[in-house]
């Protein structure tokens, strides 16, 4: 049985204590955070500090805190020669105090405290300072089912740029898009099967071969109409900006409709 203390209370730490809390392999010993009522109320079946000389000994201290925060507070752990990771998917491994063991368990999602999750679909970047400790990542990674990969700062720093575009920035489409609908009375639920259709396709397909739409055609009659209808100048820049985006990426002539169409 894997003994894990959390160390943090935002989502990556309230789904990682779910996970391992329904897994056979795994136990959550301790979990910390320096507001103690943020998880007393929530983990009953764990002991709950919000002191870290009060730590115990575990086999690894998950270190699910801000980016911001993960450098200060390993270097307040008031132990030596642990084994410390941190889930951050921009900060350097480096950044971990080197006076323990330091590793990296990145949960590739996104995260909500009120969204259920499946781990066995989440893939988990490992990373570890020694290779001695790389086969228990792994088995921590497996223990709740999901995917482990081996992935070094710089590639995990990449993948965390990758996610921003894929789902930061999608899911700020999906918000204007609402607003365009909602400003005309039109239930935002009718879009919902196209974006699952549009998600599902880049499961089997590469993204520029699933490529649709008036700017991938170059309907300029379309597009026109669309810069008309669009009353927010700030969405209007967005789009323009994505439409010459995707006629570059498929080979046709850019030119900006914006101030044409305003």
């Not at 809390?21 to 301790?30: D, E, G």
């Not at 820049?237 to 439409?243: G, K, Q, R």
Request: glycine share 2%; charged share 25%; proline share 3%.
């Amino acid at each position: 049985m894997i003994s894990v203390v959390l160390l943090g209370a935002g989502n990556v730490a309230t789904h990682l204590y779910k996970a391992f809390m329904a897994s056979n392999a795994v136990t959550v010993i301790q979990w910390y955070n320096r507001t103690y009522s943020s998880i007393s109320s929530f983990a009953n079946d764990v002991d709950t500090i919000d002191q870290l000389e009060s730590l115990k000994e575990a086999d690894i201290y998950i270190m699910a805190v801000s980016d911001d925060s993960i450098s200060k507070l390993s270097q307040e752990l008031p132990f030596e020669n642990r084994l410390v990771a941190h889930t951050s998917g921009s900060v350097s491994i480096h950044d971990l105090d080197k006076k323990n063991q330091r590793a990296v368990f990145y949960p590739l999602q996104t995260f909500s405290k009120d969204a259920e999750l499946d781990f066995c679909d989440i893939p988990i970047c490992i990373e570890v300072t020694e290779k001695a400790n790389m086969p228990f990542m792994k088995d921590l990674a497996e223990a709740l089912g999901c995917k482990p990969y081996k992935i070094n700062t710089e590639q995990r720093q990449t993948l965390h740029l990758s996610a921003v575009f894929v789902n930061n920035f999608t899911n700020q489409l999906y918000r204007i898009a609402h607003e365009i609908s909602d400003a005309k009375n039109i239930n935002f639920d009718i879009l919902k099967p196209l974006i699952l259709e549009t998600a599902k396709k880049v499961q089997h397909m590469s993204p520029y071969s699933a490529q649709t739409g008036p700017a991938k055609r170059n309907d300029k009659k379309t597009i026109k109409r669309h810069l008309k209808q669009i009353e927010s100048d700030e969405h209007k820049a967005i789009y323009d900006l994505l439409t010459a985006s995707i006629k570059k990426a498929h080979g046709i002539s850019i030119r900006s409709m914006t101030k044409k169409n305003k």
